[in-house]
């Protein structure tokens, strides 16, 4: 038996076989489903290698983009105050945002989905606040699409790991084709010995699927594995609902050509609990001006999430008594009980 920590590392794993439909490749295409399906189950994280996706110039571009932003005398910024439209849609001052009832060491920009009719007064409903970067919003728009259609790919995937028939996966596909998705950029300078708190402190995501591109940092982003029975458990940053669980944290340090994925609590109703939103939590004690930019691909604003058949016809083949556990919730109504949580005194979720 190794020591805790010594091998763990997040998987990888290739898109590449859902970018054709080549008959030939079909078997490939179970086994990166399969892999995916072991990765929710153990890790509920991986990385994705999205090489043949898209050019690894182009998020590169996206955090110098992002790098420029926070660069900005700090009242530029704060022309963008979240403030100014739903308290969800603009820039977020350093320590602004609390997890766990701490400050994060960070700043941070959001983009949401564009809504029909949009009103400042209603969470999450209004507009989008765009820095006067040249090539800024054209270049986040783009990626907003790529990672739109990684979505509904990894979705895919995702589907046939859990052996959904064709008819199920449209069902599920009904319910994220018009994304209520997040697109954020996040400025870390590095944390000072005396900061109460973290980077970011440990939350689970609460949607459906993050895609995270970092810069080149080391020793940053990590990854809660529960471990029952781990002796160098940290409990220091675990939100309190979260107890005393055992565990470890490694480093999910960023790979080129790779996003990192994981899954969030949507995932966890979908499959009545089989795979688990994972905590993570960035401590950056380097030296340099950190740079992240997270996509979070997320249902539909008016989804109906509840445990999936296929997940169901799994857990009554060993056990005929089985339930569905979990409360079905619409995904909108989620977010903003989430999203006001955020800049309150104790927050639990956070984006
Ligand atoms: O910056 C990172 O590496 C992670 C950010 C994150 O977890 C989030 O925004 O939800
Ligand atoms: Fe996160």
Not at 79 to 86: E, V, W
Not at 180 to 207: Q, T
Not at 244 to 273: F, H, K, L, S, Y
Request: net charge negative.
């Amino acid at each position: 038996m190794s020591s805790p920590g010594t091998l763990d590392r997040l998987p990888i794993i290739d898109i590449a076989p859902f970018l054709n439909s080549i008959p030939g490749d079909a078997d490939i295409r179970l086994s990166t489903a399969a892999a995916i399906h072991s990765a929710c189950l153990e890790y509920g994280f991986f990385y994705l290698n999205i090489e043949a996706f898209v050019d690894s110039s182009v998020p590169e571009e996206l955090a110098q983009l992002g790098r420029q932003f926070f660069s900005l005398p700090q009242e530029e910024k704060d022309n963008l105050s979240l403030k100014n439209q739903d308290f969800a849609r603009g820039y977020a001052r350093l320590k602004e945002n609390v997890t766990n009832g701490k400050a994060d060491n960070h700043e941070g920009l959001d983009f949401y989905k564009p809504v029909d009719n949009p009103d400042k007064t209603k969470p999450v409903w209004g507009e989008n606040q765009w820095p006067r970067i040249p090539g800024f919003r054209g270049k986040y728009e783009q990626w907003v699409e790529k990672m739109k259609a990684l979505g509904l790919i990894v979705m895919e995937a995702m589907s046939i790991g859990l052996g959904m028939t064709r008819d199920e996966w449209q069902d599920l596909r009904s319910q994220v084709d018009d994304s209520f998705w997040v697109m954020r950029v996040i400025g870390y300078p590095p944390l000072p010995n005396d900061h109460d708190g973290f980077s970011c402190g440990a939350h689970k995501d609460y949607g459906c699927l993050t895609f995270l591109y970092a810069d080149p940092t080391p020793s940053a982003l990590q990854v809660f594995l529960r471990r029952p029975g781990a002796t160098n458990t940290d409990d220091s940053g675990l939100p309190a609902e979260q107890g005393q669980e055992e565990g470890i944290w490694i480093n999910a340090d960023p790979i080129p050509g790779c996003v990192v994925c994981n899954i969030g609590e949507m995932w966890e109703i979908w499959t009545d609990g089989l795979y688990r939103s994972t905590l993570h939590r960035v401590v950056h004690r380097g030296s340099n001006y950190r740079v992240s930019v997270p996509f979070f691909f997320e249902p539909n604003f008016d989804a109906l999430v509840k445990p999936l058949n296929a997940v169901l016809r799994m857990r009554n083949k060993d056990d005929p008594e089985y339930k569905s556990q979990k409360v079905p919730v619409v995904y909108g109504d989620f977010l903003i009980g989430k999203v006001g949580n955020n800049f309150a005194v104790d927050s639990k979720g956070r984006y």
